[in-house]
Structure formats: C-alpha cells, structure tokens
C-alpha cells in the first residue's frame, strides 16, 4: 500500500522559513519523481516543484523559485521541501505526491496534505 505522509507545516510570520518532509512506504521510492502540490479552498491545485528520482536538479513554480528548495533521501524515502521567505500567499495546505510519469503534470497518490498559513 502507497502511503506519503507530510510534517512539518505550522504557522509563521511573513519572512519566515519552515522545512515540510514526506515519508514514503509501500513502493520503491528511488524509482519515482515526486513533487509538491499545494491547494487553497475554491482554488486548482499548484505544482510547487517536481524533483527527478535520481535527485537531479528540480522544476519549480515561478511563484516559488528562489525562495523553496525540494530535495530527497532515497536511502530514507523521504521527500523535503525546505520554504524560505514565506509570504502570506504560500498560506495552503501542501500536498507530498507520486509522479508516475517524468514529463506529465500528474500524480497517482498524495498525502493527507500539511497546514502552512502565513501570517503576521
């Protein structure tokens, strides 16, 4: 059984950092890219960033990059996503999911999603 389960959110004032992590069970977590997806009530969900299986340098939304950093442990199956610079539009929940295909925007699972609100 996939199973991909976030930490890491909270709340913090604008400016402020915070590092989410996903832990992966139930596949072999090397073998898939992985991304971070967030969404926000009424709005379509937002591909944060996408990180390739073999840790090679990742895709990041314009809205993000330079100011988050996704990386990975495959040793660990663990996926981070370290958010600095946090401004009160980055307040979603964020969601760890499974890219089945390099390339495609879509995943096959997600996590249960993590609570990030900024704000002062």
């Known amino acids: 059984e996939v199973q991909l389960v976030e930490s890491g959110g909270g709340m913090v004032q604008p400016g402020g950092s915070l590092t989410l992590s996903c832990e992966a069970s139930?596949?072999?977590?090397?073998?898939?890219?992985m991304a971070w997806v967030r969404q926000t009530p009424g709005k379509r969900p937002e591909w944060v960033s996408i990180i390739p299986n073999n840790d090679d340098e990742g895709y990041y939304a314009n809205s993000v990059k330079g100011r988050f950093t996704v990386s990975r442990d495959n040793a660990k199956s663990t996926l981070y996503l370290r958010m600095n610079n946090l401004q009160v539009e980055d307040t979603a929940t964020y969601y760890c999911?499974?890219?089945?295909?390099?390339?495609?925007?879509?995943?096959?699972?997600r996590g249960q999603g993590t609570q990030v609100t900024v704000s002062s």
């Open positions: 999911a499974r890219v089945p295909k390099p390339g495609n925007l879509d995943y096959d699972f």
């Open positions: 139930g596949f072999t977590f090397s073998s898939y890219h």
